[in-house]
Structures are given as structure tokens and as C-alpha cells.
């Protein structure tokens, strides 16, 4: 499903972000990628939906090479992952509403669909009642909340979260995990690059530490920290 | 496709002022250019008009027959390159220089009882480049004494036409760049300003196509909307204006304001405007897609 | 200060295509605008110096004694509104005739030994208002048979001068306008795209002073480039084609390419580029400081 | 130093963010907002330094009424405050030198006081070889240590954090919340909205918790929730 082979990532020819990586990643995994900050686990997500390309080495996922994908291929390639960001990367001049629907509207969903898929999304995120709010007008776990949504609901077979709890509290952070956990229940692959301890050491998942751009531990059934 | 159009719409009522001020833009750069090629196609009209005025004058025998004269205007309407030919009696050619200088009329009253103007015909010609042939084959026809014909004048016309088809259609072409670079900046500007939005729609898996579309459309309205607006002012102004003109300055040759001028104006200006909204913004997207 | 000055270098340099098309749509415009100016300075010129040609004649008695014409000589240079006299001989007036149409110098052949020209005396005025009540001086002074003038050409001329000059002012009001709106417009379209770092500013506590500074310089620098361009293409072309009338249409006033008029361009263009770069981008940027 | 006297906070007419906060906060205290997505924390922080105004009742900080402040007399008194924002708030076109910078450059500080005190502020977050980066080219928790040590380099008198450790990982966020401590310790008032349970509870500082706009909670050494 995700495989990396001896990638390296240099930024600006001198920043080194990842280097000998080595991942594999079957369907129906659940992995937490965990480590420093600036450890490269962001850098390795946006390898995995191209939004960056590596310097050395191969990325294979969902059974493309994406070293040679065609550029006009690449959109179709996203549509079947679903990523929270991050920085949530919501679109500053819509509502919550249009935010998520957006992820179906590139897609040929049609509109009656849309509109299902999109309540159901806010319902399990908890902003049904904002849904006609502006990204700026929402608390900062709010935004984050919308980010998840969108990366839902377009029920991916692979989900990428770039801490997708970080501005959430303990219990809100708990339903995602759980959200998390049910979708990797129904098959979908999941990868969370995250520094909630209490919740990685908790669920006893697959744990792969990253630390000054390479890979320095890789357990199942693992916790945060060794 | 409807989507894109809708989306199109709302973007441009999202950003209100924005996209009213680009609209002015717009609809100042096309009127510039609109009002550029409404000079350029007066200016050449003038010209035209000025060039069939030009004739060349024959003067002939003095005490010449009515059935030599008819003979000789004949002749005249077989050269190639005359398009008229009208006789002047002596008593005709006096009338006209009295017209000419009405305010100094005491000069011609001695001429009255000894009009000392030799009988003469005027021919028009097709147009500049024919004068010097036409000129040359009258002096072959028998009763004619000696034909005239504004040498210098015809040389400059000639001169003033080739600049002025150059200047003018240099004049279009720029006025259409300068309109393409002012619209396309404010587009371009425009796009800028939601960089962030066109990442995130690729990140989240929109074509390129998806994403320029209502870009696409935004442009083709802004352009549409302004050329009409450029359009209907320019002939509302042109309208006022060449009435004015006709009052004023009688003598002046004003391109009538008819359907193939407007339908000219418009052409023009719709299609500069939509090429420039929607190209212009399908092509600032493109750094921000690649 | 230095500091607002250095931001604003950076800034411009930062935004390097974007601050390069501002300067040219600015460019664009003062070009516009300074075109106008020139077009209207012309026009008002060529007005005057035909304004100036108009002139009243006087024809005198015939035989008239050189004495008696020097006594009207100088009877009419008494007469207010009265710039310059001459006095024309028949025979100089049978020369001048036969240069104005020398084309048709047949016609006048007769005239030699039976001169029909009365003396006559030609009088400039210092302008157009002038020629009427001149002209019935003239009829006053003893000696003076006939008196005339163009009546027509006045009138036409005193309306013409007068549209002129409202239509030159609202031609290079409207142009000014014009570029207000086209470089104030890209101005406001570049502090959108910098709407977030100017919120970010404010909440560091910055003054509106020290955030608006940079954008202040930047407008000006921009406009100050802007102008300096436009006015150097602008002379230049000026420069080339002025030339090239002389020669073609030598008989067309042109202004002359003089300090002042050089002054002039310059000096209009600069402010309002400073005007509109440096007060747009203050005033553009209140919105997004309050 | 701080005072919030009836306050009530509602955006766009119906969206009540606060209501009724009654809240003094002494020279030198240290106190946690805790609470749930969207309780008012944010909301709360931002009427401190005068982003937002109350609809109702009474602001004073630093022994200024907020309402009754002149505009023109804003920057000046957020001179005295250092913030932390929850969405960073960096200035995307200067680097992380001159983001710490700027905040001395709005004041008058002589430039080679400038470079002393930022480079001093960058090595404390442990940025200086980062300090030519653009803030795009970080990764999320390098940005979050930036929006610190701006608001920590103008040594201000109150420092206001709104969830700064949301993108660090715990070691990190640890130091963070020591430089923290350090600086109340040297006698700067300290309000931190976090979601960190677990530095909350150790640190035993005041900690007021919001629950839907109101105050539910305030107590002296408390933990994270009850
Ligand atoms: N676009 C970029 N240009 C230059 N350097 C970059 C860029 N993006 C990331 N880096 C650098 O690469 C390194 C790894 O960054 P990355 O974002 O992957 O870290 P991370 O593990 O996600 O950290 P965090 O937990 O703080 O988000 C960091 O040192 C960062 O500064
Ligand atoms: N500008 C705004 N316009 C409208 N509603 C707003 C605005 N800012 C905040 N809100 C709303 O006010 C409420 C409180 O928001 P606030 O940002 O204070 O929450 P918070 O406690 O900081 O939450 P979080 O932990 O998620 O950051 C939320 O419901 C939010 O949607
Ligand atoms: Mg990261
Ligand atoms: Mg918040």
C-alpha cells in the first residue's frame, strides 16, 4: 500500500529532512509516527501525497510509483487519500460547509450525495450548528475539526493526520482517535504523525519514531516513547 | 461546467469591490483602445475623403466649340483612373473664385467685363497614386493648353496616408497591448491575493482544469461587462460628439455613426475583453498550478 | 524613517514582477495622462498661433499719397487691441496673390498691366475678441474706403477656443482620473495580498505609521519611476515626431520642445505619480488598519 | 493587572463566546485557561490585548480600560504584552530573524540591542540555525517557536500563550513551559491557554477552567480538570 525505499529529502540542497528511509506501510495498517519536532514526520507525509517529491530514492503508494506519476494524474491520486493538515489548509472564503463539500465537488459526486456526506462528516466532528461559519470565525480546535471532516468524508483508502489533535483537548482528542480507529476499522489505512503521548501509549498501535530524519524505531504494539 | 460558471459569479460577488474596481479597469483600458480606433478610423476616413477631393484641372483653348468640349470630355472618361470629369465655363470659373474669397470680392470687380479665365475641366480621379497618369494623359489630348494639379499636396497626402495607416494601426496595437497588460496586471493581481486557496484546491485533489475555470469565467465576465460598458459609452459620447461636430465644424468629415462602426467597436472590444479577462487569468494561474 | 525607506526598497524588491507590472501600469498611465497634456497643449497652441495670423484689412483709396499713408499708420496704431500694421502696395498684393495659388498663375496673367488691387493696409490684433471693435476704428479714419475681415472664421474660432479649452481641461482632468483609478487600483490589489501581515503587524504593536510608511515610500518610489519613465518616453517621442511634422506638414504649429514645456510634463507627471502612488497606498491601507 | 469585570462576548449578534467572566488576575501570577474546543479561551485571550472588545461589561489591563482606549494608544500598550498566537501568526515574507525582530523594530530599540536580545530569544527556543528560514519552509513546531520567542524578546509584562505547545512534543513542550515559568518567576504575569493536560497537572499552578463561554472553575495549585 505505502512503501519507501532509501528516500532522502534535502530542502534548499542543504536541509537534510529525511534520509535512508525505508517504510512499509500493508493495507489496514494503523501507524503513529512520532518524534522530535522538526524530525521530518510532516516531510515524510507530503511525500505520500506528493505534495513533495524526494530527493533520492522511491515512494510508492496505493501502487503507484510517484517519482514517475504524470502530472495531470496526480489529482485523481488525491482523491483517494484523504489528509488532515497540519495547519488544517482550509479555504479562508468559504463556510465549514462549502470547506468539506469541496473535497466531494473536485470529485463527480452528485450534489444530493454531497450534501448526505457532508452533514453526516460535521455531525461526527461536532459542528453541525457552525456549518455556516467562516474558517476565521471558528475557534482554533474548530478548524481543526473541519480539516478532519474534510479528510472523512470522502471515505479514503488512505488517511493521512499531521496532528490532527493539537489544538483539541483531551476528550475531543479522544472521539478522533476513536474516529480514527473506526475508520481503520471499515479498512481504511491510517499513518498520524502526532506528540499526544498519553493517547499513542494508550491504543498499542504501530509506532515509528523518527528522529533528525531517519527512522530510529519501528515496534508494534508500541508507545511513545522506548 | 455550470458549476465553474456559478462559482465564477459568486467569486466575483465574494470579492465586491474588488472585482468592481477590476471592471473599471477594465472598462478604462478598453475604452482607450476603443477610442483609439474610433480616431484611427476618422483619421483615415478624413483622408479618404480629403484624397476624392484632389482633382486635376485642364485648362483649355480659350473660345473652344461646345461639340470640341464634348469631344474632349469624352475622351477624359476613357482614362483609366478618372472617376469624374465636369466642364468650367469662364463665367463659372469666376463665380467659383468670387465664392472663394467672398471677403475680398473688390479684388475680382474688374474682371467682371474682361474675365481673363480660360474655359477648363475638372477631373476627379480614383484616387492619389492616379494624378500624375491621369495629369499626363490629358496633356496628349488635343484642346487642352495646360493642366495643373497640386504636386506638392499630392506628394504629402500620399506621404500623410502611408504614416497615418502605420501610426494608426501602431496606435490600436498598443492601445490593445496597453489594455492587455493593465487588465492582465489587475487579473494577475487578483490571483496573488488567493494564492493560498489555489494550493489548498490542489492539495485536495482538484484538477487544474477545476481550479482555473471559474477563474476563467470570472475573467470572461470582467472582460464581457467591461467591453459593454466601454462600448455603449464610447457610442454614446461618439453620438454626442459627431452631432456637435456636424453643428460646429460643417466642412469636417465625421464617420457617420452606423451600424458597421458600431458593430466594429464592439467586435473589438468584446473580443480583446473576453481574450484578455479569460486568457489573461487562465494564464497568471498557471505559475501558481505547476 | 530610513527604516520605512530600506522596508519599502525590500518590499519592492521582494515582490519583484509584481512591483515591476505596478510600475508599469503606472507608466501606462501617466504616459496616458501626459499625452493628453501634450495633445491639449498643442491644440490650445495651434489655436493661438492661427488666432494670432487672423488679421483685418483696410483697403485705402486709390493713389493714395505716401504721406496720407503714413498718417493712417499711424492713426492705427493708436487703435487699442491693435498688435502690428503693414502696409501692402498693389503691387505686393498682385505678388502675394499670385504665390497663394500659384498653382493657378494663368489666371492672374491678365492683371499685370491693368493692376484692379486697391493699396491696402493689414492689422494684426492681439487676438480674436479684438478684430470687431478694430475694425470699426479702422472705418473711422479718413482715407480707409473698405474694411474687412473673416467673420465667419472669428466666430467659429472664438467657440472653437472656447470648447477647446473646457475639452483639453476635461481631457486631461478625466485622464488624471484615469490614472488614479488604474494605479490606485493595483496599489489596492497589492495590499490585499498583504491584508494578513498587515493584521499581523497591529496585533505586534506596530503604529499605523510604521506599517503604513513602507507601503507610503513604496507608492512613491513607484510613482516617482513611473513618472520619470513616462515623461522620458514621452520627450522622446515628442522629440522624434515634432521633428518629423516639421518636415512633413511644415505649415502646422507645433509647440515647440522647450524648457518649459519639458518642465511642464515632468513636473505634472511627478506629482501626480507621487500623489496617487504615495496618498493610494496610505489610503488603500486604512481600510485594513481600522 | 488584570481585571475583567461582567463580560460578555458575542460575534456576529448571536454567537456567545463569553458571558458573565468575572476574572482578576494579580502582578506576577501564573494561570492556565483550560476547557474545551471552543469554550472562550482564544476569545478571552484576545480581549486582553485588545483584538476584540466586549459587548458587555469591563476590561482593564495593565491599569488601562480597554474600552476607553484611544486608537491610537493600541500599539503602545501591546508593546507591554508578548502573545503567543494559537495560529502563530508569522509574517510570511521576512524570516524567522527578522519575525523576532520586528517586534523590537515597532519599538525604538537601537538596532545592536536588536541583534543581542533576538539572537538570545532564538537560541532559548533553540532556532538560531534556522534564523534564515522562511517561516513556510519550517516545520509546524519550529513555527510555533518562533511565535515564541517573539513574544518573549520584548521581556514584555505580560505574556499571553494560546496553546503554544498544541505542535511540540512533550520534551519540547516541557522547556516551553519552564521559559514559562522562568519568566513569571522574573516577575512577568503569565495566562496560558492549553489543552495539556499533563503539564497543567504538574505544574500546580491557578488554573481557571471556561466551559461554554462562563467560568466553572478557579482554583489556586489545581490540576487540569476536577
Ligand atoms: N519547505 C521547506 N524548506 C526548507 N526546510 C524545510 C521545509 N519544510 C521543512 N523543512 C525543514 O525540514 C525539517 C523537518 O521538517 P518537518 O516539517 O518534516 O518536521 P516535523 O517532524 O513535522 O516537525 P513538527 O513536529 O514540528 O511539525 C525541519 O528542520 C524543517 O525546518
Ligand atoms: N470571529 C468570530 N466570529 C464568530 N464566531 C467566533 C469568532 N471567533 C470565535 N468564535 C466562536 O466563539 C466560540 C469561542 O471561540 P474561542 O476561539 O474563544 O474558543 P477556544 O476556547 O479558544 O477553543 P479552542 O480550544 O478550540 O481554540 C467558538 O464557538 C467560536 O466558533
Ligand atoms: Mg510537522
Ligand atoms: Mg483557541
Not at chain 1, 514526520?41 to 505520500?48: E, G, V
Request: hydrophobic letters at 45%.
Amino acid at each position: 500500500m505505502i512503501r519507501l525505499k532509501n528516500v532522502e529529502k534535502t530542502y534548499n540542497g542543504h536541509i537534510t529532512a529525511l534520509s535512508g528511509i525505508n517504510l512499509q506501510v500493508e493495507k489496514g495498517e494503523f501507524v503513529f509516527l512520532v518524534g522530535p519536532s522538526g524530525a521530518g514526520k510532516s516531510t515524510l507525509i507530503k511525500l505520500l501525497y506528493r505534495e513533495e517529491v524526494p530527493t533520492k530514492g522511491e515512494v510508492s503508494v496505493l501502487g503507484e510509483d510517484l517519482g514517475r506519476m504524470r502530472r495531470s494524474q496526480i489529482p485523481f491520486f488525491r482523491r483517494r487519500i484523504g489528509v488532515v493538515f497540519q495547519d488544517f489548509k482550509l479555504l479562508e472564503d468559504r463556510t465549514v460547509y462549502e470547506n468539506v463539500a469541496f473535497a466531494l465537488r473536485v470529485t463527480n459526486c452528485p450534489a444530493r450525495e454531497i450534501q448526505k456526506r457532508v452533514m453526516n462528516a460535521l455531525h461526527i466532528v461536532n459542528l453541525r450548528d457552525r456549518r455556516d461559519a467562516y474558517p476565521q470565525e471558528l475557534s482554533g480546535g474548530e478548524q481543526q475539526r473541519v480539516a478532519i471532516a474534510r479528510a472523512l468524508v470522502r471515505k479514503p483508502e488512505i488517511l493521512l493526520a499531521d496532528e490532527p489533535t493539537g489544538n483539541l483537548d483531551p476528550s475531543t482528542s479522544m472521539e478522533i482517535f476513536r474516529l480514527l480507529e473506526r475508520a481503520n476499522l471499515y479498512g481504511t489505512t491510517v499513518v498520524v504523525a502526532t506528540h499526544a503521548r498519553a493517547f499513542v501509549d494508550a491504543m498499542k498501535k504501530r509506532v515509528v519514531e523518527l528522529r533528525d530524519g531517519r527512522i530510529v524505531r519501528d515496534v508494534r504494539r508500541g508507545s511513545y516513547s522506548e | 461546467m455550470f458549476h465553474a460558471f456559478a462559482e465564477a459569479w459568486k467569486g466575483l460577488r465574494r470579492n465586491g469591490l474588488s472585482s468592481f474596481l477590476s471592471l473599471l479597469t477594465t472598462f478604462i483600458a478598453l475604452s482607450l483602445l476603443g477610442a483609439t480606433f474610433l480616431v484611427e478610423a476618422n483619421l483615415r476616413y478624413m483622408f479618404k475623403t480629403v484624397e476624392q477631393g484632389m482633382d486635376v484641372q485642364a485648362f483649355l483653348k480659350k473660345g473652344i466649340s461646345p461639340t470640341e468640349i464634348g469631344e474632349i470630355l469624352a475622351a477624359v472618361k476613357e482614362i483609366p483612373g478618372v472617376s469624374d470629369v465636369t466642364y468650367v465655363s469662364p463665367e463659372d470659373g469666376l463665380k467659383e473664385l468670387r465664392e472663394m474669397f467672398q471677403d475680398m470680392a473688390s479684388v475680382l470687380d474688374g474682371l467682371e467685363t474682361n474675365n481673363p479665365l480660360p474655359p477648363k475641366i475638372e477631373v476627379k480621379t480614383t484616387g492619389v497614386e492616379e494624378i500624375v497618369s491621369v495629369a499626363s494623359s490629358l496633356r496628349g489630348i488635343p484642346g487642352v493648353e495646360d493642366v495643373i494639379y497640386q504636386k506638392e499636396a499630392q506628394k504629402k497626402l500620399e506621404a500623410i496616408g502611408r504614416v497615418l495607416q502605420i501610426a494608426g494601426l501602431a496606435g490600436v496595437i498598443s492601445m490593445g497591448v496597453v489594455s492587455v497588460l493593465v487588465i492582465g496586471n489587475s487579473i494577475r493581481l487578483t490571483i496573488i491575493a488567493r494564492r493560498h486557496e489555489v494550493a489548498i484546491m490542489k492539495l485536495v485533489g482538484a484538477t487544474d482544469g477545476f481550479i482555473t475555470a471559474p477563474f476563467f469565467f470570472e475573467g470572461l465576465l470582467l472582460g464581457f461587462f467591461g467591453a459593454v460598458a466601454a462600448s455603449g459609452m464610447l457610442i454614446g459620447v461618439y453620438y454626442w460628439l459627431s452631432g456637435w461636430l456636424a453643428a460646429t465644424l460643417p466642412y469636417l468629415p465625421v464617420l457617420p455613426l452606423d451600424g458597421p462602426l458600431t458593430t466594429d467597436i464592439l467586435t473589438i472590444l468584446v473580443i480583446t475583453g473576453l481574450a484578455v479577462g479569460g486568457f489573461g487569468s487562465a494564464l497568471s494561474l498557471r505559475k501558481y498550478l505547476t
